[in-house]
């Protein structure tokens, strides 16, 4: 399976960005899609994730602002960003986990950069 992330770039703060990821194959199998960001110094952590049945979960610091969705007809996972903040800029990183949930795969990550 392969992972490509893109539609980051540099933004002012309030500003949006739409985050895409296109999975090489089908995604309705997946258990789980999702997004994780790492900014320098600080561990990879999630930023939110949906499953194969739709259930959403977000970290509280982007709740209200972010919405994953995914469209198997694509095979594409999303991520819509409003609000930005300058705490936001990262490296993003889309995730599937395999149908059993035993393996994760990664995409190459996409830099978003949000200015103040």
């Known amino acids: 399976v392969q992972l490509q992330a893109s539609g980051g770039g540099l933004v002012q703060a309030g500003g949006s960005l739409t985050l895409s990821c296109a999975a090489s194959?089908?995604?309705?199998?997946?258990?789980?899609l999702g997004w994780y960001r790492q900014a320098p110094g600080i561990q990879r952590g999630m930023v939110a994730t949906i499953t194969r049945g739709g259930t959403t979960n977000y970290a509280d610091s982007v709740k209200g602002r972010f919405t994953i969705s995914r469209d198997n007809a694509k095979n594409t996972v999303y991520l819509q960003m409003n609000s930005l903040k300058p705490e936001d800029t990262a490296v993003y990183f889309c995730s599937a986990d395999n149908p059993s949930a035993t393996r994760r795969y990664w995409g190459q990550g996409t830099l978003v950069t949000v200015s103040s």
């Open positions: 194959g089908s995604i309705f199998s997946f258990s789980a």
